[in-house]
């Protein structure tokens, strides 16, 4: 099992920054990929940001965020971090991590193996 602890959420003015970490711990031989989702209230899940733990590195951001978020990863402490910046109000949201034991294929799709809390974001006007 891998476990997932998020932290860094908070209350931010649009227009301002938060940075996300996740750290995972127990069997982190085994993922190979991780990413953010977010759900806000009254609606769907969706994708943020995907990177692949291994070689490979690729980095996969939903189009909304691109070019505002940035993901990274610090493999030797087994931690993922997602830099928010030039946050809207309509960022808020829960914010969750997610752990998978397969490389990414299709990231707004991939089903993942493990998922955190969640953490909240939110932006205000």
């Known amino acids: 099992q891998v476990q997932l602890v998020e932290s860094g959420g908070g209350l931010v003015q649009a227009g301002g920054s938060l940075r996300l970490s996740c750290t995972a711990s127990g069997r982190t031989f085994s993922i190979y990929a991780m990413g953010w989702f977010r759900q806000a209230p009254g609606k769907e899940r969706e994708f943020v940001a995907a990177?692949?733990?291994?070689?490979?590195?690729?980095?996969y951001y939903a189009d909304f965020v691109k070019g505002r978020f940035a993901i990274s990863r610090d493999n030797i402490n087994n931690t993922v971090y997602l830099q928010m910046n030039s946050l809207k109000p309509e960022d808020t949201a829960v914010y969750y991590c997610?752990?998978?034991?397969?490389?990414?294929?299709?990231?707004?799709?991939?089903?993942?193996?493990?998922r955190g809390q969640g953490t909240q974001v939110t932006v205000s006007s």
């Open positions: 990177i692949n733990w291994g070689g490979s590195r690729l980095i």
């Open positions: 997610n752990a998978k034991r397969r490389e990414i294929r299709v990231p707004e799709k991939d089903e993942y193996d493990y």
